[in-house]
């Protein structure tokens, strides 16, 4: 029996999305019920058919299955994976070997391995993202120590954060896929502000470590011609190319950021002024 749960989402052009409402843009774009005891659970959509998912492995050992979108025998017979726990210590076995991660460490898995199992022990939320691949690089586990930590912001503009690069290309060989983690340091509420697109790369944002009763106000659509929709912990947002992708909580949160598409530069990316959105 298939221990996996799959949906999928299709592009929206940007002149279409400026007449969402709120039911549309939720549709469209927010992923929840990620985490589901002993399910695996994927999004599948078509900005660059990037994947995005929740894995919570409870009661038992879960496997990584190929989905019927893929057509293809396994998983990652052409696509590449990145995963960063979010739970409790846990451990993924890559083609037999065991890796251990605790929270906020990230392992990069590349094309080609056909076993990849989410251990049951230890209470692991584990938030997945994958990429088509056109090449196999080794699997690497990017722990707390070899992460590219960056200070950004200012709390006089509430927007302090610290930015932990896990998945990028100067710390692990990838095809499309880069992640990290951002931190918003307490009494800041706002992230990626100034906001920016890239049209080259679409982007998915998850939202985890948010206080229970608060919420996340995630800006999207073009920069003058924005939407919103609120988050709730463990939910998740895809990022048009076209869009950019910021928010406001209402208390301090961190979040995972993960992109594919043309290129693995981290800072390709067209700002856009505060004063300027609309
Ligand atoms: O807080 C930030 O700023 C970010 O985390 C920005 C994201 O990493 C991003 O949008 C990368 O393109
Ligand atoms: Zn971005």
Partial sequence: MTNTKYEFKYASHPEDAKAYGTDELRSHFLLDNLFQDDFIKLTYSMYDRY?????????????????????????????????????????????????????????YIGKGIKEVVFKADGNPLFYINSAPAHQSFPTKKVGKKSAEVIELGDSKYANKRILNKLIVSSIVSTCQLQMGITELVEGNVWNTMPVHTHERRMEAY???????????????????????????????????????????????????????????DYSDMDVCPPNLMK
């Fill in 51 to 107: 994947v995005v998912g929740g894995i919570k492995p409870v009661n038992k050992d879960l496997q990584l299955e190929t989905i019927p979108y893929f057509k293809s025998e396994f998983f990652l017979e052409r696509r590449e994976i990145g995963i960063i726990n979010v739970g409790g210590t846990g451990t993924v076995i890559v083609d037999g070997t065991p890796y251990q991660l605790e929270k906020k460490e990230a392992l």
């Fill in 206 to 264: 998850f939202y985890f470590d948010l206080e229970a009763g608060q919420t996340v106000c995630h800006f999207m659509g073009q920069p003058q011609n924005t939407r919103h929709i609120f988050l709730e912990n463990n939910q998740a947002v895809l990022s048009p190319e076209w869009s950019i992708h910021s928010g406001a909580g209402t208390s301090n949160y961190a979040f995972i950021w993960g992109m594919a598409g043309e290129n693995l």
